[in-house]
């Protein structure tokens, strides 16, 4: 059974960095098939994907248009786990942030996703 | 980019209910469109990928249908824990969009 256990502030203040981790277990974050992905939901921008990192034979990214000047999306094989970090936010950033497994087959689709982090961006 | 719509924004029914739901893409998507359920402070659920088939372990009440651009997502009986909102979502050439969702409550 895969499990993502998110981690990270939940207050940051408008023009700073934004950190987020994903924990993997029960999958790896090396996977061949796998993609590792953070989508983001506000009341004002609805679910908004976000970006992925995955492996095939090296590392690959993919970031949104909306974010992708801002945004950067880590593996790191020693913990098994992810990252989410994203500069210079205002507090249209303000969301409930999640990471989510894209299984790689098929289409692109998300069948296990983290608890969900509320990031505020405010003074 | 490729907009989704979803209709109705909301909708109450009563238990045994026969629900639909439809999702409409901007330009022809193929299969690649997932439905999804979301509870009130929790994380989506998948429950329908490619359309049509049913992710493990989802009741099959729920079923989804549809190529193209128009889509359908139905529950055939509707019970009191299916109260939530439902999502569409398409995948095409590396961008991801969901649907605005539909919120489904009971009469």
């Known amino acids: 059974q895969v499990q993502l256990q998110q981690s990270g502030p939940g207050l940051v203040k408008p023009s700073q960095t934004l950190s987020l981790t994903c924990a993997i277990s029960?999958?790896?974050?090396?996977?061949?098939?796998?993609?590792w992905n953070w989508i983001r939901q506000s009341p004002s921008r609805g679910l908004e994907w976000l970006g992925r990192?995955?492996?095939?034979?090296?590392?690959?990214?993919d970031y949104a248009v909306s974010v992708k000047s801002r945004i950067t999306i880590n593996p790191d094989t020693s913990k098994n786990q992810f990252s989410l970090q994203l500069n210079s936010v205002t507090p249209e950033d303000t969301a409930v942030y999640y990471c989510?497994?894209?299984?790689?087959?098929?289409?692109?689709?998300?069948?296990?996703w983290g608890q969900g982090t509320l990031v505020t961006v405010s003074s | 980019d490729i907009q989704m719509t979803q209709s109705p924004s909301s909708l109450s029914a009563s238990v045994g209910d026969r629900v639909t739901i439809t999702c409409q893409a901007s330009?022809?998507?193929?299969?690649?469109l997932n439905w999804y359920q979301q509870k009130p402070g929790r994380a989506p659920k998948l429950l329908v990928y490619?359309?049509?088939s049913l992710e493990t372990g989802v009741p099959s009440r729920f079923s989804g249908s549809g190529s193209g651009t128009d889509f359908t997502f139905t529950i055939s009986s509707l019970q009191p824990e299916d109260i939530a909102t439902y999502y569409c979502?398409?995948?095409?050439?590396?961008?991801?969009?969901f649907g605005p969702g539909t919120k489904v409550d009971i009469k």
């Open positions: 989510a497994r894209d299984r790689g087959v098929g289409s692109t689709l998300f069948d296990y």
């Open positions: 029960g999958d790896s974050i090396s996977s061949k098939t796998a993609a």
């Open positions: 990192t995955y492996y095939r034979s090296k590392w690959f990214n």
């Open positions: 330009q022809d998507i193929s299969n690649f």
């Open positions: 490619d359309a049509s």
């Open positions: 979502q398409q995948y095409d050439n590396l961008r991801v969009t």
